[in-house]
């Protein structure tokens, strides 16, 4: 069954493209053209998530199915207004990290000799036993960053996540606020970064 719909989906026409909330519905019903709109707009999204991890293209391509796959078993599951982009975005995460802790854990240290100091960090988890856990609070932290405004994003982001900053005395330089406003600014920031993360 799965395989006939990936078929159909490769051989299917092109069609004019439309929000995702009709696509889930016309998926639903069986509409071919729909399931095609879907992978014709998220495929190559999809694929890039297993590369930048540093996957190979194969592993990559394998991803991609068992991604969409879930997507066929799960389409009645998921709410009319989920993103598309988003869900598959977080499954194809979740099964890049699953293949790179199982290639962890199957790879000899010796047979990494020969790999450069990156292959041999992605493979070994970056020598991390808890590098998927790592991974998903980066991803946790980033999508929750992504929900805030410009100005809580890059200001978060400059007094946390980035070390060149020291002080609060170079934040507002930076960002041309007065240095009296940086702490008041950070704690409603802090507030809803909070909110964000706990679903609020």
Not at 183 to 190: S, V
Request: overall charge positive; aromatic content about 8%; proline content about 4%.
């Amino acid at each position: 069954m799965l395989s006939s719909v990936i078929f159909m989906l490769m051989n299917s026409p092109h069609s004019v493209a439309e929000p995702d909330r009709e696509l889930i519905q016309r998926c639903r019903r069986g509409s071919v053209g729909a399931w095609h709109q879907v992978l014709n707009r998220y495929e190559r999204l999809v694929f890039s998530i297993p590369l930048r991890y540093g996957l190979s293209q194969d592993d990559a391509a394998d991803i991609v199915q068992t991604t969409f796959t879930a997507l066929v078993q799960n389409m009645d599951k998921l709410a009319e207004d989920s993103r598309l982009g988003a869900w598959l975005t977080t499954v194809a995460r979740r099964n890049t990290w699953r293949l790179l802790e199982r290639n962890r854990r199957e790879i000899p240290s010796e047979h990494l000799e020969s790999r450069s100091i990156a292959e041999s960090a992605v493979v070994l988890g970056r020598s991390d036993a808890h590098s998927i856990e790592r991974w998903e609070l980066t991803d946790w932290l980033d999508t929750g960053l992504s929900q805030l405004s410009e100005r809580c994003r890059k200001l978060l982001t400059a007094l946390y996540f980035r070390p060149e900053f020291s002080s609060y005395a170079e934040v507002a330089e930076h960002f041309s606020m007065p240095l009296g406003s940086i702490g008041p600014t950070r704690a409603r920031c802090l507030k809803r970064f909070k909110q964000v993360l706990s679903g609020g």
